[in-house]
């Protein structure tokens, strides 16, 4: 127990003389032992590189699960040493509702089949972006993590105790200036011959008495200057090969950089992909559109009833139509199409062709001409020019 409060008491002088040298030094009162510039670029660089690594990090973390919740759940199950539960994608619950909803409409429908492709589309979309989030997690996210909670904790630990022993160093040379100063100001006192004739001569006697002790004083204040300096000087070592090893770091996330931009980009080729694929078997499906180009061809209420167009009527005669004067555009043929009837066109995946519309004609369709060749295009199937 007597252990127990001299330790207490030890160190609760050791931080009050900090806390003196501290305050001391922002008022200007104190002399300050000064880094030298290296090491101080050192410091530098290495907060640069924690307030940097910790930006990447958090705003990483956004970009691999936007939802705050999700995120404080992971951390959570993390902090207990938990395995987290498995997480249903974004991708993958989309595509699960539009399969439902395919199996409401019916699946035979063109509706249905269509949302029977995209949802199936949708589930492998969602399956890459998991095993991406997964990938970037361990190769990018987990060594940041790592710097911060490891390295830079004890980077930071050391740092502490380097101030720590200078302002002990400084506190020394401060008591050891004060020592001199009291000394000097003894032996002055001491030079003087004492005048025997008074009936206190003890003045000199005390004074000899106190230049003794101020003499011992400054002899201890140096001692303890030493040990202060050597503590100093070892930690300050210690911190530097520390600090030295950012460019190791920079080193190692560079290596994880690397890494994460091979998983996003492995992760956008496959959407791509599963995109294009997509689009070819929607290709494959144009009934939807033929069924609403002739639903709306033949709906009745026109306002031009008992006057047909060669476009409104079922027996559309294609070389009655005349492209018009002004109007026309250059398309691009995004998948191939095979053409139901004689009105139609057949096209080829990325051919140029001339497109127009004319009076009557369902927004969902256009005039097609390729050379000699003229029919109906579905206007899906096109990415017109300027």
Same mark, same amino acid.
């Given at each position: 127990?007597?252990?127990?409060?001299?330790?207490?008491?030890?160190?609760?002088?050791?931080?009050?003389?900090?806390?003196?040298?501290?305050?001391?030094?922002?008022?200007?009162?104190?002399?300050?032992?000064?880094?030298?510039?290296?090491?101080?670029?050192?410091?530098?660089?290495?907060?640069?590189?924690?307030?940097?690594?910790?930006?990447?990090?958090?705003?990483?973390?956004?970009?691999?699960?936007?939802?705050?919740?999700?995120?404080?759940?992971?951390?959570?199950?993390?902090?207990?040493?938990?395995?987290?539960?498995?997480?249903?994608?974004?991708?993958?619950?989309?595509?699960?509702?539009?399969?439902?909803?395919?199996?409401?409409?019916?699946?035979?429908?063109?509706?249905?089949?269509?949302?029977?492709?995209?949802?199936?589309?949708?589930?492998?979309?969602?399956?890459?972006?998991?095993?991406?989030?997964?990938?970037?997690?361990?190769?990018?996210?987990?060594?940041?993590?790592?710097?911060?909670?490891?390295?830079?904790?004890?980077?930071?630990?050391?740092?502490?105790?380097?101030?720590?022993?200078?302002?002990?160093?400084?506190?020394?040379?401060?008591?050891?200036?004060?020592?001199?100063? $009291?000394? #000097?100001? /003894?032996?002055?006192?001491? &030079? !003087?011959?004492?005048?025997? @004739? %008074?009936? =206190?001569?003890?003045?000199?006697?005390?004074? $000899?008495? #106190?230049? /003794?002790?101020?003499?011992? &004083? !400054?002899?201890?204040?140096? @001692? %303890?200057? =030493?040990?202060?300096?050597?503590?100093?000087?070892?930690?300050?070592?210690?911190?530097?090969?520390?600090?030295?090893?950012?460019?190791?770091?920079?080193?190692?996330?560079?290596?994880?950089?690397?890494?994460?931009?091979?998983?996003?980009?492995?992760?956008?080729?496959?959407?791509?992909?599963?995109?294009?694929?997509?689009?070819?078997?929607?290709?494959?499906?144009?009934?939807?559109?033929?069924?609403?180009?002739?639903?709306?061809?033949?709906?009745?209420?026109?306002?031009?009833?008992?006057?047909?167009?060669?476009?409104?009527?079922?027996?559309?005669?294609?070389?009655?139509?005349?492209?018009?004067?002004?109007?026309?555009?250059?398309?691009?043929?995004?998948?191939?199409?095979?053409?139901?009837?004689?009105?139609?066109?057949?096209?080829?995946?990325?051919?140029?062709?001339?497109?127009?519309?004319?009076?009557?004609?369902?927004?969902?369709?256009?005039?097609?001409?390729?050379?000699?060749?003229?029919?109906?295009?579905?206007?899906?199937?096109?990415?017109?020019?300027?």
């Amino acid at each position: 127990m007597d252990f127990n409060v001299k330790k207490l008491a030890t160190g609760a002088g050791l931080f009050f003389t900090r806390a003196v040298q501290f305050t001391e030094e922002k008022l200007g009162q104190a002399e300050k032992t000064e880094l030298d510039a290296h090491f101080e670029n050192l410091m530098s660089r290495a907060d640069c590189t924690k307030n940097w690594t910790e930006k990447i990090y958090r705003q990483t973390e956004v970009l691999l699960q936007p939802n705050p919740s999700a995120r404080i759940e992971e951390f959570l199950y993390e902090k207990l040493d938990m395995k987290a539960p498995s997480r249903v994608t974004n991708g993958e619950l989309l595509g699960q509702y539009m399969e439902d909803a395919a199996k409401e409409f019916g699946p035979g429908t063109p509706y249905g089949s269509t949302l029977v492709k995209v949802g199936e589309c949708e589930r492998r979309l969602g399956a890459a972006e998991r095993e991406f989030i997964q990938t970037s997690a361990i190769s990018f996210l987990s060594p940041l993590r790592n710097f911060l909670e490891g390295d830079w904790r004890t980077i930071s630990k050391e740092r502490r105790l380097l101030e720590n022993l200078r302002l002990d160093l400084d506190a020394c040379k401060t008591r050891l200036k004060k020592a001199k100063v $009291a000394d #000097a100001k /003894a032996a002055c006192e001491g &030079e !003087v011959a004492p005048d025997f @004739q %008074e009936t =206190r001569p003890r003045n000199y006697v005390l004074s $000899a008495s #106190a230049s /003794a002790l101020w003499t011992e &004083e !400054v002899e201890k204040a140096e @001692q %303890e200057l =030493r040990v202060a300096q050597t503590e100093f000087d070892r930690q300050s070592e210690v911190t530097q090969l520390l600090l030295e090893g950012i460019s190791s770091t920079h080193v190692n996330h560079l290596r994880c950089l690397h890494e994460f931009v091979e998983a996003q980009a492995a992760y956008y080729k496959q959407c791509h992909l599963h995109m294009q694929e997509l689009q070819r078997e929607l290709g494959r499906l144009p009934n939807a559109f033929t069924l609403n180009s002739a639903h709306a061809m033949a709906a009745p209420g026109s306002a031009s009833d008992g006057v047909s167009s060669p476009v409104e009527t079922d027996t559309l005669k294609i070389e009655e139509v005349q492209a018009p004067a002004t109007g026309t555009r250059k398309a691009k043929v995004l998948y191939d199409y095979d053409a139901a009837d004689s009105s139609e066109l057949s096209l080829l995946a990325d051919e140029l062709i001339t497109v127009y519309t004319v009076p009557g004609m369902d927004s969902d369709w256009l005039i097609g001409e390729r050379g000699n060749q003229k029919g109906k295009v579905p206007v899906t199937y096109l990415e017109l020019l300027s």
